[in-house]
């Protein structure tokens, strides 16, 4: 089994109209090297309760951690090995870049410190989208920052974002074009996903046309070599992220800092989902008032913020998980983990999603989503979504 470690960094020289994660213009809050304090307080607090030695992948997401200095992320790195989590070229190190948030000289302190994988939020080379969702940079900043990285032939993502307000198929295509150009390899296909009553609610594309643009997707990545190794991810052969991957196929992970969610599938009978405060006064409220010991991963929080999974919530997540990959379920790893009669009752209800044309299976007992099944997954989760009450051992 892997374990990851995910570091949150909240920082962003602006705030994209559309973005709902824990993240502030950087002057609005602590500046970054007190907030990196409390990173290392708070990951010296509990790495007595996770498993040590080499790590499997470490992943600074945020917000925009190429916006803040680099010797700040080196020094984390650092500090991580010194409690004993210890990062070499076995491990995953991912970084999530801004487009025109990069230069040599912190791209040198990435390299000496081991990140040997970065995540660029292109989003769209259309300059009047970027523009229309406030986002900060344009297309040409977009082009040089993957010019560069590809200039240190290291291995990169980027994030490509549909179904925006107005945006059209031929500019979607347009954005493929991109990635047939500079064939990063991995790419991250987002369809923009915003809450009832968001203002660009208002302006959704109809379904219709985010299902042609699913459609156009599919193709050209698939034309220019990519497999769809999960719902939104695309990447060359053997290029899967991993420390997404730990997410998908049930796997524990840490995560440090702001709105971090962790999983420590060990405590209890189903393992324990914890997450810090989305809000960086009650983040630092926490970390500054944190007790001498803990006894398990997420104890100090309060209960609002941990859940002690029960089987049907576990079993949701695991099938939920597992089939938004294209390795799919495997009935036998269920059976292992939750036994035979539950896994009798999972295989029926897969076949019975499968009779519609929405699951398939291999030979060995693996079931996925067809294309079909992708387009309305929400059905097949309906299906797959369990109530207390309704498992038991
Ligand atoms: C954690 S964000 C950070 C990325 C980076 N700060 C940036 O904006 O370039 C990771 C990705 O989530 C996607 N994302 C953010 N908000 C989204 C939304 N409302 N709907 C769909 N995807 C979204 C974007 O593609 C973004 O690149
Ligand atoms: S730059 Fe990225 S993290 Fe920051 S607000 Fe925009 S989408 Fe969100």
Same mark, same amino acid.
Not at 88 to 93: A, D, L, N, R, V
Not at 289 to 318: A, V
Not at 349 to 359: C, E, H, N, P
């Given at each position: 089994m892997g374990f990851g470690i995910y570091v949150h960094i909240p920082y962003c020289l602006q705030r994209c109209t559309y973005c709902d994660f824990a993240t502030y213009v950087h002057s609005e809050i602590l500046p970054p090297h007190e907030y990196f304090s409390l990173l290392k307080k708070e990951a010296a607090f509990s790495a007595h309760l996770f498993p040590?030695?080499?790590?499997?992948?470490?992943?600074?997401?945020?917000?925009?951690?190429?916006?803040?200095?680099?010797?700040?992320?080196?020094?984390?790195?650092?500090?991580?090995?010194?409690?004993?989590?210890?990062?070499?070229?076995?491990?995953?190190?991912?970084?999530?870049?801004?487009?025109?948030?990069?230069?040599?000289?912190k791209m040198e302190n990435y390299l000496k410190a081991g990140i040997n994988r970065f995540s660029v939020g292109a989003q769209t080379f259309s300059d009047s989208l970027l523009k229309s969702v406030n986002r900060e940079h344009n297309s040409r900043q977009t082009r040089e920052t993957l010019s560069f990285l590809k200039s240190y032939n290291v291995n990169y993502s980027f994030d490509v974002l549909f179904a925006l307000p107005g945006q059209s198929l031929d500019d979607l295509g347009r954005d493929l074009d991109e990635v047939s150009k500079f064939k990063p390899q991995h790419v991250s296909p987002y369809c923009l996903t915003v809450p009832e009553g968001h203002p660009l609610s208002k302006v959704r594309l109809s379904e219709d046309l985010q299902v042609k643009m699913f459609e156009l997707i599919d193709r050209r990545l698939k034309q220019a070599g990519y497999q769809q190794y999960e719902i939104s991810n695309y990447c060359l052969p053997g290029r899967e992220s991993r420390h997404n991957t730990l997410y998908w196929t049930d796997q524990a992970y840490w995560g440090v800092g702001l709105s971090a969610h962790s999983y420590a599938p060990w405590v209890g009978q189903f393992g324990r989902r914890f997450w810090n405060p989305p809000s960086i006064g009650a983040y630092q409220?926490?970390?500054?008032?944190?007790?001498?010991?803990?006894?398990?991963?997420?104890?100090?929080?309060?209960?609002?913020?941990?859940?002690?999974?029960?089987?049907?919530?576990? *079993?949701?997540?695991?099938?939920?998980?597992?089939?938004?990959? +294209?390795? $799919? #379920?495997?009935?036998?790893?269920? @059976?292992?983990? /939750?036994?035979?009669?539950?896994? *009798?009752?999972?295989?029926?209800?897969?076949?019975?999603?499968? +009779?519609? $044309? #929405?699951?398939?299976?291999?030979? @060995?007992?693996? /079931?996925?989503?067809?294309?079909?099944?992708?387009?309305?997954?929400?059905?097949v989760y309906a299906a797959l979504t369990f109530l207390e009450g309704e498992i038991s051992l």
């Open positions: 040590k030695g080499s790590l499997s992948t470490l992943y600074f997401g945020g917000g925009t951690p190429s916006l803040v200095d680099s010797e700040l992320i080196v020094d984390l790195i650092q500090n991580l090995n010194n409690l004993g989590f210890k990062t070499g070229p076995e491990t995953e190190i991912t970084l999530e870049i801004n487009p025109a948030t990069l230069n040599p000289q409220s926490l970390i500054g008032g944190l007790p001498q010991k803990t006894q398990s991963p997420g104890s100090h929080l309060p209960e609002s913020l941990r859940e002690d999974l029960l089987i049907h919530q576990s *079993l949701t997540d695991y099938c939920h998980t597992f089939l938004r990959t +294209d390795s $799919g #379920l495997s009935l036998d790893h269920l @059976e292992t983990k /939750y036994g035979e009669p539950i896994a *009798l009752k999972i295989a029926a209800i897969l076949k019975s999603q499968a +009779d519609l $044309g #929405l699951v398939k299976t291999d030979d @060995e007992a693996r /079931y996925s989503l067809t294309t079909e099944g992708k387009l309305v997954s929400n059905q």
